[in-house]
Each structure stands twice: as structure tokens, then as C-alpha cells.
């Protein structure tokens, strides 16, 4: 299945902004973050298709899926 993968703030450093990949069918949003060599402590907001989701989610063919870092201010 194809999900286009979207990564913000300090996720893309060493990584890339936005890119189309293959997974296989019934894969979670946790095997998506071990592809790209994310943990699950580095990302604070995962969406699918812009609705907050948990790690055991699992993705479908065309899913956009966004990674959000924890964001930090004052």
C-alpha cells in the first residue's frame, strides 16, 4: 500500500519533508516510525489523514500520515 509520509520541525533533520512510500498491507503506525527509524518518544502528534492516532493504528492504501515532534516554548 502507498501512504505518503509527511515529517515536521526536527523530524526531518537527516530525514526528508515529505515522501510517497510502500508498506505492506495492514501495517501500524509504529512499524511506519521503525521504517524511518523514528521512536516513539520523538513523536508527540501522529495523524492519519489529519486525525490523532495511536502506534497500534493501522494504515491504509492511500493514508497521508503526518509526525509531529513535541513542541516546546515559552
Given at each position: 500500500?502507498?501512504?505518503r509520509v509527511k515529517l515536521?520541525?526536527?523530524l526531518r533533520e537527516g530525514r526528508f519533508r515529505e515522501r510517497q512510500m510502500e508498506?505492506?498491507?495492514g501495517s501500524s503506525l509504529g512499524d511506519v516510525l521503525d521504517v524511518i527509524?523514528?521512536?516513539?518518544e520523538?513523536?508527540?502528534l501522529p495523524l492519519i489523514n489529519?486525525?490523532?492516532s495511536s502506534m497500534?493504528?493501522?494504515l491504509k492504501d492511500g493514508d497521508v500520515?503526518?509526525?509531529?515532534?513535541?513542541?516546546g516554548g515559552g
Amino acid at each position: 500500500m502507498n501512504v505518503r509520509v509527511k515529517l515536521f520541525a526536527v523530524l526531518r533533520e537527516g530525514r526528508f519533508r515529505e515522501r510517497q512510500m510502500e508498506f505492506a498491507a495492514g501495517s501500524s503506525l509504529g512499524d511506519v516510525l521503525d521504517v524511518i527509524g523514528l521512536t516513539r518518544e520523538e513523536v508527540s502528534l501522529p495523524l492519519i489523514n489529519g486525525r490523532y492516532s495511536s502506534m497500534d493504528d493501522r494504515l491504509k492504501d492511500g493514508d497521508v500520515l503526518s509526525l509531529f515532534p513535541a513542541v516546546g516554548g515559552g
